[in-house]
């Protein structure tokens, strides 16, 4: 999208809505930015409607409401929640004043993705001073500014937030555990196959896919992880011979990259395609050179684009709850109930550091991952097998996170859960197995969890 060509807004001076994230002590500062070099930046535009759609979201996934089931589609989303014409104007004059011209919307209207130079992004936010970075464990170079920006009076009532300048890409938390001590074992222990799962809970093509076109699931992949067809392939070939599979991916939404295949989008892919074996599988991709310091806004920006995709979504990335502003997480909530009133399953991985305690101060506080803490998605937790050579019965692993948050309420439909009986527990966990052993497969011994 090109922005119209609209006279400059009349500014205030005057300065609201300051953001600020403290860099991480991890990454190395290389010094200031060329002014000339680019960026992007995304911009979350001020939504109309959202208790409206709470209430549907609500109706449609209650089984007793006349509206349960009578999903919304992303038109129907888009005229709920699109920002009013004042917001789009006022934006689109802001931006157009900062010279940004190659801005993409999404069909929702409600973010704006705008490529501008360092020189003009600092001047469209004051505050702001951006620098070249590098850090984590694969040496990742990025552009962040470790100083405060500020939205002008103006627009403090249409922006929520801008995304791009503060957060740093954070780690993988795919941890590799002790092996077992087992006594008399000896011999080669490859882990939880594919097999072992579908063993575990007799799964056949009748009970999972059948390969037909109305059948579709999907994953998303961050942070420059990437799948390989070649290694999914090979994968299927030492793995997938005793059930019928697919050994492709149907579709990449995004941008692949063609680096080294990442342990973590590789579990993702080629374990969630033989437990849901033989069905048409989605990949999300969001390489995060800019935005991969917040993904799941990305990932969010490509649903948000799509009417017709799956309809069941599985994501194994998390971040600390308390690491993110309260802006980026009630927008990325409020992505996430779009996604819920369009009848999309979304299943986030827990977390692996139990419940995440940590001390400040001297004072112990739990530290939920997000967003597995989010009312309007399912979280998934992790088991292991008691008995880590055999198929047993299934323990709760010690290093799976809860899905609580010391942000949102407890939603009243939990309340019910946790006063249910043990029967709706036992179920819970059963839908939790696959996330735990698909990841504790790949490393070749038992046990990582994300």
């Given at each position: 999208m090109i922005l119209p060509k609209v006279s400059a807004p009349n500014l205030e001076p005057s300065m609201t809505n300051i953001f600020h994230l403290h860099p991480n002590q991890s990454w190395v500062s290389l010094g200031r930015a060329d002014p000339e070099e680019e960026l992007s930046l995304t911009f979350a535009l001020r939504q109309q409607n959202l208790e409206r759609l709470s209430e549907l979201v609500q109706a449609v996934s209650d089984p007793n409401s006349p509206q349960y089931g009578k999903y919304l589609t992303l038109e129907n989303v888009a005229d709920l929640v699109r920002p009013s014409?004042?917001?789009?104007?006022?934006?689109?004059?802001?931006?157009?004043?900062?010279?940004?011209?190659?801005?993409?919307?999404?069909?929702?209207?409600?973010?704006?993705?705008?490529?501008?130079?360092?020189?003009?992004?600092?001047?469209?936010?004051?505050?702001?001073?951006?620098?070249?970075?590098?850090?984590?464990?694969?040496?990742?170079?990025?552009?962040?500014?470790?100083?405060?920006?500020?939205?002008?009076?103006?627009?403090?009532?249409?922006?929520?937030?801008?995304?791009?300048?503060?957060?740093?890409?954070?780690?993988?938390?795919?941890?590799?555990?002790?092996?077992?001590?087992?006594?008399?074992?000896?011999?080669?222990?490859?882990?939880?196959?594919?097999?072992?799962?579908?063993?575990?809970?007799?799964?056949?093509?009748?009970?999972?896919?059948?390969?037909?076109s109305n059948n579709s699931q999907a994953c998303a992949q961050f942070l420059e992880q990437y799948f390989h067809d070649s290694d999914l392939a090979q994968f299927m070939r030492l793995f997938g011979g005793n059930f019928a599979h697919q050994a492709s991916v149907t579709r990449v939404v995004g941008q692949q990259g063609r680096g080294r295949a990442g342990i973590e989008a590789s579990l993702d892919v080629q374990y969630l395609m033989s437990a849901g074996a033989n069905i048409s599988t989605w990949v999300y991709s969001s390489p995060g050179r800019h935005e991969g310091q917040e993904p799941f806004l990305q990932w969010l920006i490509l649903l948000s684009n799509e009417s017709a995709l799956p309809h069941v979504h599985t994501v194994s990335y998390g971040d600390e709850e308390d690491s993110l502003s309260s802006a980026y997480i009630q927008r990325v909530n409020t992505e996430l109930m779009k996604a819920a009133a369009r009848g999309l399953t979304l299943?986030?991985?827990?977390?692996?550091?139990?419940?995440?305690?940590?001390?400040?101060?001297?004072?112990?506080?739990?530290?939920?991952?997000?967003?597995?803490?989010?009312?309007?998605?399912?979280?998934?937790?992790?088991?292991?097998?008691?008995?880590?050579?055999?198929?047993?019965?299934?323990?709760v692993d010690y290093i799976s996170g809860g899905g609580f948050s010391n942000v949102f309420p407890r939603p009243s439909y939990q309340v019910q859960v946790f006063m249910s009986s043990a029967t709706s527990w036992n179920a819970d966990l059963h839908c939790s197995i696959c996330r735990f052993l698909l990841f504790s497969v790949y490393s070749l011994s038992p046990g990582t969890n994300h």
């Open positions: 014409p004042l917001t789009l104007h006022t934006v689109q004059k802001w931006l157009l004043a900062a010279g940004a011209q190659k801005c993409h919307s999404v069909i929702t209207q409600d973010f704006l993705t705008c490529w501008l130079s360092i020189r003009q992004a600092e001047l469209l936010l004051p505050g702001a001073q951006f620098h070249h970075y590098v850090g984590g464990p694969t040496e990742t170079h990025v552009v962040r500014s470790p100083r405060p920006y500020q939205l002008p009076q103006a627009l403090a009532p249409h922006v929520d937030f801008v995304g791009g300048l503060h957060r740093f890409p954070p780690t993988s938390s795919l941890r590799q555990r002790p092996e077992p001590q087992v006594t008399g074992t000896v011999g080669l222990h490859l882990g939880v196959t594919p097999s072992v799962i579908r063993k575990r809970y007799n799964l056949t093509s009748q009970d999972v896919g059948s390969g037909t299943l986030f991985a827990s977390g692996d550091s139990g419940a995440g305690c940590w001390s400040v101060s001297g004072r112990h506080q739990f530290r939920p991952t997000f967003p597995a803490s989010s009312p309007y998605v399912t979280t998934v937790g992790g088991t292991s097998f008691q008995e880590p050579f055999l198929i047993t019965n299934e323990i």
